[in-house]
């Protein structure tokens, strides 16, 4: 994974949604989207019913979710979701 590059994990109680390296992620936060870069500072939020977009490889992606929780720690991104 590259410096300019976050680790993002989505995952569900059943399984591993996505796992990979991106350039960044919106998530839909109880107060409203927000948005994470590589050197985000850490955070926990939970999440709302709404999509989470993250851009791969130049492309942009995006999963539906019910809501969650997300930790944003150390270049990583983990997102619980229901």
Do not use: W
Not at 7 to 27: D, H, K, P
Request: glycine fraction near 10%.
């Amino acid at each position: 994974m590259k410096k300019s590059e976050l680790q993002l994990n989505i995952i569900s109680a059943e399984r591993t949604l996505y796992s990979g390296a991106v350039a960044s992620v919106v998530i839909p936060g109880i107060s409203g989207s927000f948005g994470v870069l590589p050197d985000h500072a850490p955070l926990i939020s939970p999440l709302q019913k709404g999509v989470i977009t993250y851009m791969e490889n130049g492309a942009e992606k995006s999963l539906d979710v019910n809501g969650g929780i997300a930790e944003v720690n150390d270049g990583v991104v983990t997102i619980c979701v229901a």
